[in-house]
């Protein structure tokens, strides 16, 4: 219960801050393979705080097209998205932007060509390495790997404050379309601590990864 007060405190003074804190897209220079991260809108957003204890619920990989911005993301599918497009989706237009100082140049723009391998890959409702879907913090996950680089840490789903509510719900919703399960003849009960066995890479987890460094916030915390 502590921990679900937290969180939403953590969210009430994101929404308060507004009156604090600038909303503008004053960014300083980006470069390919920044990472990008917001609160999003979406229907799980609030499962996914919850579940990480952090309003960061949705994340990207920048590219710089000779100044024209876009978000490589992991929505509907594997997609870019432009940036100002992207920022307007989510929740009071809040961005964190970090950068990885071992990226060179050269390994940003191999990172991009391995990224675009995965265009139009659907999004992975559930959050898994073990099928050809990806969600969102997948995404960067796999691409800076591609180019011999770790960010994040995996962790068990049952590590997360999954004990909630919201989490249990987007599970009860999704879990009969989970092949996984499926093919292995999982009830619901099966299927859900199958799920909490699985491992995943988060936005947080990639955000407090030692070797990034935020280069622009617009959060007030």
Known sequence: MKKLVAIA?????LIAGTLYASVGGDYPPLNDGDLIFQTSTSSQSGAIIFATGSTFS???IVKNDHGVITVIEAAAKVKETPLKAWVSR???????IY???RLTPEMAQQ???YSRTLYGKPYDLFFSFNNDAIYCSELPYLAYKAVGIEIGKTQKISALNIDNMLVRKLVQSRWQRDSECTERGYDFDQCYQYILNQSLVTPISIANDPNLKMIYSNYPL
Do not use: E, F, I, N
């Not at 405190?9 to 003074?13: K, N």
């Not at 989510?90 to 961005?95: A, D, F, T």
């Open 58 to 60: 949705h994340m990207g």
């Open 99 to 101: 950068r990885d100082q």
């Open 111 to 113: 990172l991009l060509s």
């Open 90 to 96: 989510g929740l009071l237009k809040r961005v964190a």
């Open 9 to 13: 405190l953590l969210c009430a003074c």
